[in-house]
């Protein structure tokens, strides 16, 4: 049995076993044994699908795009952006929380654990799933992209209002696969510190974000 065999038991599960069936998907699994039987691989097997376990998509109201997981010790866990508790926030979270302070003159928690996020609705979805240690998008030709497309599309068949946050040029290309008429797609600078000040500081995502939660969904 692969890792990515194991059955997700929510709403996820008919998209599941749709890809199942799919070469490209038993090729990525084979690839995705292979890197973890050999390599140091991240984030920690039982959490590479924690962001389809912990947001249903019949709860999604937001999806957030990252590109891959974090590459060093302790820091991925599944949900893009995201970090356990007590570990150290990486630029691009403390970015998204400056602006969200910035928005809501407020504080943000120290802990960059954003699992209260995907709770609550905010699919934060990885493009790439896994990735070596120390190396930066070193799964993006194992497949992952094929899966990730296919679960956008998947979204976008969602007869309801979904907000996608599109930041940077990598998530802005995802626009071209979401055609449902009902969506609400926010576009900015990826939050990274070399390109934050270029468009994502000051883009008021959140607050759109809330204006359309309460048009849609109060």
Request: charge should be negative; aromatic fraction near 14%; include cysteine.
């Amino acid at each position: 049995m692969y890792l990515l065999d194991y059955n997700i038991e929510n709403g996820w599960k008919e998209f599941f076993d749709e890809q199942k069936k799919q070469d490209y998907y038993r090729n990525l699994a084979s690839f995705v044994d292979e890197e973890y039987n050999n390599n140091t691989v991240y984030p920690p097997k039982e959490n590479i699908f924690r962001a389809f376990e912990l947001t249903d998509i019949n709860d999604i109201k937001l999806v957030i795009i990252g590109q891959d997981p974090y590459h060093e010790a302790g820091q991925a866990m599944g949900l893009a952006f995201s970090v356990p508790k007590g570990v150290r926030k990486p630029p691009s979270l403390c970015n998204i929380y400056k602006e969200i302070e910035m928005e809501y003159d407020c504080r943000m928690p120290d802990s960059g654990d954003l699992t209260s996020w995907a709770n609550e609705g905010i699919f934060l979805l990885n493009n790439v799933l896994t990735v070596r240690e120390h190396e930066a998008n070193s799964h993006k030709d194992s497949g992952w992209g094929i899966f990730t497309d296919n679960v956008i599309r998947y979204i976008d068949t969602i007869d309801r209002p979904i907000c996608y946050m599109l930041w940077g040029n990598f998530a802005r290309s995802k626009k071209e696969i979401i055609n449902n008429p009902k969506a609400f797609i926010l576009e900015a600078a990826h939050p990274s510190p070399l390109s934050a000040s270029r468009g994502f500081f000051g883009c008021n995502h959140f607050k759109k974000y809330n204006a359309f939660l309460k048009e849609n969904y109060s």
